[in-house]
């Protein structure tokens, strides 16, 4: 591990602050999110209404992700969370009061899991874009690393609490801890000092500047082939909508059970996470990000044919860890190999490609699985993960071929 990064990402007050803000906010949404799953299952007890749940997601995204992208390079990043936070709060109530009123429907959910879509599509660009512009660029791998471990720590912490609070108080419970988690952004964000972007050139907020971030993408075979072999993974491999299927009908376990096959792919990430700074030494690394996006088709493919709970919850948490090392070197990749004044609207074309993959995922995840059955269904997808990413690789030799410069 670099000493130096890490003593001066400990001294970084505004880094620091982010960090633990966004870590309470996330774990509060991870909690909703298998809140929603499984409330969603008990009300419809249908794979279709989970694979529509997934295109509810997707299409706020699809719709703002090209705005958000420019409102990030041109309006102030820090503002633009405060406010997403602002709103979120109000969405996870509106979840909430109408379970506790027994309002809630399919249809309901969909509105306010798409309202919440269209909220994190403005977060995403500001959120992401804003790490360059609070530590040093010699920082910035093991920031993205750190960042990387907060994100999968609470997408364990978050999965595992939620199944033991909706067995033991309800999903309503859920919703209303996931309302006051946005408040540690908040209080982060008001602490924090003002952010300095780094723009060589000033963006201005019309058409022409949303075309240019999208031919930056699409003109650098690095940055777009990573977006696309991202999407593929995802898209294919997505098995977290249909966990609620697998926990009740297959492993025969309850909602308990069912937070820890959400969790599960955490821990592999937390693991792999500690251990990417020695990972981090092979220079090699388009090569290790093919492999590690295989190992992680692989493990899903063996997720989706265990019948024992124990193996799954292996087979699973492997699979985060090749997805874990993946993303690394992908955020690394499209984030120091983008002008400063380009990253939100970069990011953004990201966003579709990043949340399209596991959304659209769920909706094609859901339609398999209601034809062809739950486990062939996931199993077919990792099998075209690996198929995908081999053949994008070679494809475009730029990322096969890339190398770390430090």
């Known amino acids: 591990m670099n000493k130096k990064s890490l003593i001066s990402l400990l001294k970084n007050r505004d880094y620091i602050l982010f960090q633990i803000g966004m870590f309470i906010s996330r774990s509060g949404t991870f909690m909703q999110d298998v809140a929603v799953n499984w409330q969603l299952y008990q009300l419809t007890k249908s794979p279709l209404s989970l694979g529509i749940l997934g295109l509810a997601k997707f299409i706020p995204v699809l719709i703002f992700s090209m705005i958000s992208g420019i409102t990030a390079d041109v309006f102030s990043r820090k503002k633009i969370i405060f406010i997403v936070q602002v709103f979120a709060i109000f969405n996870a109530l509106a979840l909430a009061i109408l379970t506790i009123s027994g309002k809630i429907t399919p249809f309901l959910i969909y509105l306010l899991v798409g309202l919440e879509a269209g909220l994190y599509s403005f977060e995403m660009p500001a959120r992401q874009s804003i790490l360059p512009n609070i530590v040093k660029k010699e920082d910035f791998s093991l920031a993205v690393n750190i960042n990387n471990i907060f994100y999968s720590s609470s997408n364990f912490i978050g999965p595992a609490i939620s199944g033991f609070i909706i067995a033991f108080s309800g999903v309503q419970s859920v919703y209303l801890i996931n309302a006051f ?144 090392i993946s993303t690394i070197i992908r955020n690394v990749i499209r984030q120091l190999n983008t002008p400063d004044h380009l990253r939100g609207r970069m990011t953004a074309v990201n966003m579709v490609f990043y949340t399209g993959g596991p959304q659209l995922g769920e909706t094609e995840a859901g339609i398999a699985a209601n034809l062809i059955g739950t486990p062939l269904s996931v199993a077919f997808g990792g099998i075209a993960t690996i198929i995908a990413t081999i053949y994008i690789a070679v494809k475009t030799p730029q990322l096969l071929n890339y190398k770390d410069s430090n």
């Open 181 to 324: 988690s946005f408040l540690s952004v908040i209080m982060a964000l008001i602490f924090m000092r003002p952010i300095v972007k780094t723009l060589e050139k000033q963006p201005v907020f019309n058409l022409d500047s949303i075309k240019e971030g999208i031919k930056f993408v699409f003109k650098t075979p690095l940055i777009y082939s990573s977006m696309l072999i991202d999407f593929l993974g995802t898209f294919f491999a997505s098995a977290t909508t249909l966990m609620p299927i697998f926990a009740v009908d297959i492993l025969k376990v309850g909602p308990k059970e069912l937070g820890f096959l959400y969790a599960a792919p955490s821990i592999g990430a937390i693991i792999a996470g500690l251990f990417f700074p020695f990972i981090n030494k092979i220079k090699s690394k388009g090569k290790l990000l093919v492999f590690s996006i295989c190992f992680f088709g692989l493990n899903t493919i063996f997720f989706a044919l265990s019948k024992n709970l124990y193996l799954s919850l292996i087979f699973i948490g492997l699979s985060g860890a090749g997805d874990m």
